[in-house]
Every structure is written in C-alpha cells, then in structure tokens.
C-alpha cells in the first residue's frame, strides 16, 4: 500500500483475547478480535471503518492508540519532526508524550464525561495532566475550546446533566481537541444522538478537520455517515479487513461480496424507489472459532472450493483499490447506484 507522507502506518494489527476456563482460568483459546489488519492514513484525511457489530472496528482503534495493548503488529506514527516512531515499542513515559498527538472521542456523550466534573475540569483535564496549562491560562484555553466547538464559555462550570446529547458531545470534541492532536479515531462518534443532531456534529467535525489539518479514523456502522465524512473506506468482516478504497470507487464498484451485500442495505431516502437488498444466509462467523479459508465464504453467494480452502491475502486490484478475495475484479459486484 502507498506510504508516501502518510501520518499513521498500521501493519499486521492482531488483537487476540483469551478465553479462560476452569478454576485455575487456563487459557482454552482465543477471541481474533484484530485479525492481520493493515492500514494508513495521510495529513487531512478521513478514513472511515465500517461493518457489523462485533468486526472488530473498535478494538483496532483502540489497539492503534494502545488504550489496548495489541497481541502483535506495529502502529507508526510521524512526529512534529518529520520522523516515524512505532508507538507499539514506546515504554509508557514516551507513549504519554505522543498520546497529545494522538486523541479519541467516545461513542456515548453521556457515560464519557465524568458527572462528579464541571465543563471546566473535563475540557482542561487533558491540559493538566500534560502540564500544558494552568491557572488563567487553562480557562482562557479552555475558553477557547468550548467556543472553537460552538458552546457558550459562560457554562464552564456547569455539569455535564446539564447539556443535551449534542452538546456532551461537543464537549468530549473539546476535550480531544485540548492538547492540538495530529489524528482522532471517532469511535461511533455520532451513533448515539438524534439524526439531525448527527449532521451538526459532522459538520463540526468536518470544519475543525479544515481548519486544524486533523487527521480521522472514524469509526461507524452507518453507511450514509461513512460516505459523507469519508475520503476512503475500509471495511471490516470478523477481524479482517476485506476491501480499501476510495469513498466514491467503493460505494460505485465494490470489489468484495461483503461490501457489496453491506451497501445494499444502506437505507434510499426516496420511498419511490424498491430497496434490493441482499439477505446474507446463515451467521456472522465466530471470531473466537473462524471457518477455515476465507472468514465469508459460509454466506457468500460467489464462494467456490477454493474459497473454503485458502484464506485469500489483501491484493492490489486497481490503483488505490484493495481486496481480500480470490475472485476480486471477476466479480460483476453492484455499487449504490445499481441496487
């Protein structure tokens, strides 16, 4: 995949969780949350990480940021100097030094910020413990923050019961934005609040990427949210990711028959229109008791013996477009367009 300039490099991200059993808790396998993944992204971009519940689209974003420690792989990230440091390799006084540069924004608004905190002590939180700011100077940024954000600063010291859902959010913006960060994962960011609340929040979210230069991994199940915020798109299937492209070649020509059967259910606001929707048969696999070959081919309508036999590797299928199938670019696969 292109390196050139990119901000965040992920190679081979495997998150595995042991599954203990007995009184003395022996150790009797593994749930691959995080299964081989590998991604960037560049200064400026949006990477949007879609699929079902439970694909693992959390987990990798907490892995890259080491809120979780990764069982293997390595996340490098471009410093202020120009220079890549492997976060994974950090001890913990080195990592608190990158994590300014690195920031998350949390899915729920309401169990995110602490209830017992004012405004002023949640915002300012981050620069205190970086010994960033303090006294005069911590309002005045934290001042800045709420207004960067579109909040009145005359609620510093109000507590968080006090704001609606879409401005407990805002608040948790500010707060990832408190220490100037390089790169955001926004972890369902939006997924909580209400429909028109959700589009104020990605405007928000849209504009301080302009003005700042941030870069996002933002996480979502949500279709029409990934292709609205995203430049490109990646796509998760139990662990693994299946397809990486651009926002528009992926939503026009999928290359993997997941991707295809996800944009099918992708809501059409025109109730003219009949919806073709591709019903998956059977589950969605077990991450901690995969099927052998490729994760997908119980319920692919595609899948052939080889698909069952020999797990299909990340190949390069076009410029910029990749996909983890045996029969990619063979495929008459239908975008958004044509469903």
């Given at each position: 995949?292109?390196?050139?300039?990119?901000?965040?490099?992920?190679?081979?991200?495997?998150?595995?969780?042991?599954?203990?059993?007995?009184?003395?808790?022996?150790?009797?396998?593994?749930?691959?949350?995080?299964?081989?993944?590998?991604?960037?992204?560049?200064?400026?971009?949006?990477?949007?990480?879609?699929?079902?519940?439970?694909?693992?689209k959390t987990s990798l974003g907490r892995c890259i940021l080491r809120a979780i420690e990764p069982t293997s792989g390595e996340t490098k990230f471009r410093q202020?100097?120009?220079?890549?440091?492997?976060?994974?390799?950090?001890?913990?006084?080195?990592?608190?030094?990158?994590?300014?540069?690195?920031?998350?924004?949390?899915?729920?608004?309401?169990?995110?910020?602490?209830?017992?905190?004012?405004v002023l002590n949640i915002v300012g939180e981050p620069l205190v413990c970086n010994n960033l700011a303090s006294g005069d100077a911590l309002k005045e940024r934290v001042r800045e923050l709420m207004e960067l954000v579109g909040l009145n600063s005359r609620h510093m010291e109000r507590y968080p019961h006090a704001f609606s859902?879409?401005?407990?959010?805002?608040?948790?913006?500010?707060?990832?934005?408190?220490?100037?960060?390089?790169?955001?994962?926004?972890?369902?960011?939006?997924?909580?609040?209400?429909?028109?609340?959700?589009?104020?929040?990605?405007?928000?979210?849209?504009?301080?990427?302009?003005?700042?230069?941030?870069?996002?991994?933002?996480?979502?199940?949500?279709?029409?949210?990934?292709?609205?915020?995203?430049?490109?798109?990646?796509?998760?299937?139990?662990?693994?990711?299946?397809?990486?492209?651009?926002?528009?070649?992926?939503?026009?020509?999928?290359?993997?028959?997941?991707?295809?059967?996800?944009?099918?259910?992708?809501?059409?606001?025109?109730p003219r229109k009949k919806s073709n929707r591709i019903i998956l048969a059977g589950e969605v696999a077990n991450p901690a008791n995969p099927p052998s070959g490729c994760y997908f081919h119980p319920r692919c309508p595609y899948a052939q013996d080889v698909c069952k036999k020999e797990s299909p590797p990340m190949v390069k299928v076009e410029e910029g477009h990749y996909a983890a199938c045996h029969f990619a670019g063979e495929l008459s696969l239908r975008g958004v367009d044509q469903l």
């Amino acid at each position: 995949m292109e390196t050139v300039e990119q901000i965040l490099e992920v190679k081979a991200m495997k998150k595995y969780f042991p599954i203990t059993k007995g009184f003395f808790q022996r150790t009797v396998g593994y749930v691959k949350a995080v299964d081989d993944v590998s991604i960037h992204i560049g200064p400026g971009e949006t990477l949007g990480l879609v699929g079902e519940s439970g694909c693992g689209k959390t987990s990798l974003g907490r892995c890259i940021l080491r809120a979780i420690e990764p069982t293997s792989g390595e996340t490098k990230f471009r410093q202020h100097d120009g220079t890549m440091v492997d976060i994974t390799r950090l001890d913990s006084k080195s990592l608190r030094a990158i994590r300014r540069d690195m920031q998350l924004i949390f899915q729920d608004p309401y169990s995110s910020l602490n209830p017992r905190m004012t405004v002023l002590n949640i915002v300012g939180e981050p620069l205190v413990c970086n010994n960033l700011a303090s006294g005069d100077a911590l309002k005045e940024r934290v001042r800045e923050l709420m207004e960067l954000v579109g909040l009145n600063s005359r609620h510093m010291e109000r507590y968080p019961h006090a704001f609606s859902g879409g401005q407990r959010q805002r608040i948790g913006i500010a707060r990832a934005l408190a220490t100037n960060p390089k790169f955001i994962v926004c972890d369902e960011a939006v997924s909580a609040l209400d429909v028109s609340v959700q589009a104020q929040i990605i405007n928000l979210l849209q504009d301080l990427q302009a003005k700042l230069n941030l870069s996002y991994l933002f996480i979502s199940h949500d279709l029409g949210v990934i292709q609205h915020i995203s430049n490109r798109v990646g796509v998760m299937y139990v662990g693994k990711m299946v397809e990486t492209a651009t926002t528009k070649e992926l939503f026009n020509r999928p290359m993997h028959p997941y991707t295809e059967a996800l944009l099918s259910a992708k809501p059409i606001p025109d109730p003219r229109k009949k919806s073709n929707r591709i019903i998956l048969a059977g589950e969605v696999a077990n991450p901690a008791n995969p099927p052998s070959g490729c994760y997908f081919h119980p319920r692919c309508p595609y899948a052939q013996d080889v698909c069952k036999k020999e797990s299909p590797p990340m190949v390069k299928v076009e410029e910029g477009h990749y996909a983890a199938c045996h029969f990619a670019g063979e495929l008459s696969l239908r975008g958004v367009d044509q469903l």
